[in-house]
């Protein structure tokens, strides 16, 4: 059968299930949608056996080679060292992917190269298929723009390489433009990921009231100001987050200081496969991030028939465009705004709340979201695919 050859560091592996989950589901429903099945190929910074947690150091300890949910996966090493370096990384990695770039092309004879996150990644992957000769469709994820591209290191590289690309695609309306503000000439075309609803079966939600949220706990993902929020309004529903990361010792640490320890429970990193349940509660779905490009999280929220309260930023009004079971607050909004924006939701009818996002679910599916933009790779194989 014909592949083709995802080429990514944001990929799930053992040990790091929810690490790039949202590119595995995309590249599984593309797979399908084509006909294809696909291998990847996901270059790690080679780092010294350092003890620790962090995402880099758990990266580094990846297996070289692993079969992820039946698709074979390469992760060879290149030098890098987080802060230091960022002009040379795209090249490290090239070098560093090459010798396995080239035993796959050898071996598999990929249609084509998938390219997700611009900058290392898809310069990495235009250097590498400009020697092969190999068309390669490259998609922008987020903070790849609305924040690496704002480097004049990594700015200078993108304008040099992404004309280079058979396709260049963004996740949301709002990405897609910030992009060819960036990189002028550059024509991009919007290719949102999808919602799986069969993940999130119709269910009867239990158990008492609370805010709920996921994400990593870094500081973007502005999970503080939820904290200060329950703080500063005592009828408020506690808050259950999934989702680990480096900020969750400080965060805890501000909800004991704020006297909520008890109506706050961090829960740490969740498998996909119990995200379903965990937004099975009721309640309110609470998205404080202060960056994003098309956020599954808020996708998923919908899917499960959630009220969704989040900060107006990146492609998300465009995601819960005329949704009446969400509210938007603006990007500054502080504490007291996310508090107001909660209680007007908790004063709906929950029924009628529910509809209107298993509605907006419904028009996010990834049947719909693939006939958007499918279209571009089924060229690539020289035809439509059912």
Known sequence: MRRFL?????????????????????????????????????????????????????????PRREQWMGVPVCRPRYFHLPGLGLEAQARRMARGARRAFERILGEEDPVFVDAQYLYPDAVAALMLC????????VTARGSDVNTLARMDVVRDQLRRWLPRAHKVLAVSPALAHSLEDLVPGLQ???????VDLLRFPLVEQKGDTHLLSVGRLVPGKGAAVLVEA??????????????????????EKLAKSLGVKERVQFLGDVPPEEVPPFLARKGVFVFPSFGEGWPNAVQEALAAGLPVVSRAVGGIPDMVEGCSAVRLV?????????ADAIHQVLEEDPAKMRRASLDRAKSLSWEIM?????????????????
């Open 6 to 62: 995802l080429f990514s560091n944001l990929f799930p592996g053992r040990g790091l299930e929810t690490h790039g989950s949202f590119i595995a589901q995309r590249s599984e429903q593309l797979a399908r949608r084509l006909g294809l099945e696909f291998s990847v190929l996901s270059p790690v910074p080679a780092y010294p056996p350092f003890p620790g947690r962090s995402l880099a150091l758990r990266r580094s300890r990846l």
């Open 130 to 137: 400009k020697e092969k000769r190999i068309p390669c469709v």
């Open 188 to 194: 991009v075309q919007v290719a949102p990921n999808g």
């Open 230 to 251: 329950l703080a500063g309004d005592p009828g408020l529903p506690p808050l259950l987050w999934a989702g680990g990361g480096p900020q969750r010792a400080s965060l």
């Open 330 to 338: 603006p990007e500054a909004a502080g504490p007291g705004d996310f």
């Open 370 to 386: 693939l006939n958007l933009w499918a279209p571009i790779y089924e060229e690539l194989c020289g035809g439509s695919h059912g």
